[in-house]
T-cell receptor
Framework: NAGVTQTPKFQVLKTGQSMTLQCTQDMNHNYMYWYRQDPGMGLKLIYY???????DKGEVPNGYNVSRSTTEDFPLRLELAAPSQTSVYFC?????????????FGQGTRLTVV | GQNIDQPTEMTATEGAIVQINCTYQ??????LFWYQQHAGEAPTFLSYNVLDGLEEKGRFSSFLSRSKGYSYLLLKELQMKDSASYLCAPRSGGSYIPTFGRGTSLIVHP
């Protein structure tokens, strides 16, 4: 019953460092998403994928990259971390797109860039 | 693009009823989700509406009016554990990607 698993849960980076946030799901969902959530704000879509090998930009993609080589995994890459990327990052997945197919969320990665 | 409006914060008393409103403007509307998010936790699914009307699920109900671009979440018999943020997320057709509002922080007091 793992659902969506994100690692790490917490991370502190220095400005200019790079890192990859990992996300994996075991529900065979084809849609996967990365959101960021700043304090008091809603979730903003960074990137999404509708299946292995297919990714697309969301509302706030600058400074991030993604890949989707398998159905299960959807890592988010920060190449040159900046303080503006301090946020809570949520990975989510859902099945196909039609109907009331709700998204299931991972527990989040709390990232601080100093 | 999408424009979503919810109240920032609401307070209510344990045992009472509260209605959280959401108005939205979205192209190619294709359903609306409500999620609950406790502080420091991930959002969890509450309800989904695609047709006009009321969907009831235990203590929680959600209403949708597509012509008015309006939805509300109704919480009955409030409990302390209902203190959380409630996120309205309309979905546009084609992409099937929900867009989230800022959320309404609900504080339930004794």
């Amino acid at each position: 019953n793992a659902g969506v698993t994100q690692t790490p849960k917490f991370q502190v980076l220095k400005t200019g460092q790079s890192m990859t946030l990992q996300c994996t799901q075991d529900m065979n969902h084809n849609y996967m998403y990365w959101y960021r959530q700043d304090p008091g704000m809603g979730l903003k879509l960074i990137y999404y994928s509708v299946g292995a090998g297919i990714t697309d930009k969301g509302e706030v993609p600058n400074g991030y990259n993604v890949s989707r080589s398998t159905t299960e995994d959807f890592p988010l890459r920060l190449e040159l971390a900046a303080p503006s990327q301090t946020s809570v990052y949520f990975c989510a997945s859902s099945y196909s797109g039609g109907g009331g197919t709700e998204a299931f969320f991972g527990q989040g990665t709390r990232l601080t860039v100093v | 693009g999408q424009n979503i409006d919810q109240p920032t914060e609401m307070t209510a008393t344990e045992g009472a009823i509260v209605q959280i409103n959401c108005t939205y403007q979205t192209s190619g509307f294709n359903g609306l989700f409500w999620y609950q998010q406790h502080a420091g936790e991930a959002p969890t699914f509450l309800s989904y509406n695609v047709l006009d009307g009321l969907e009831e699920k235990g203590r929680f109900s959600s209403f949708l009016s597509r012509s008015k671009g309006y939805s509300y979440l109704l919480l009955k018999e409030l409990q302390m554990k209902d203190s959380a943020s409630y996120l309205c997320a309309p979905r546009s057709g084609g992409s099937y990607i929900p867009t989230f509002g800022r959320g309404t922080s609900l504080i339930v007091h004794p």
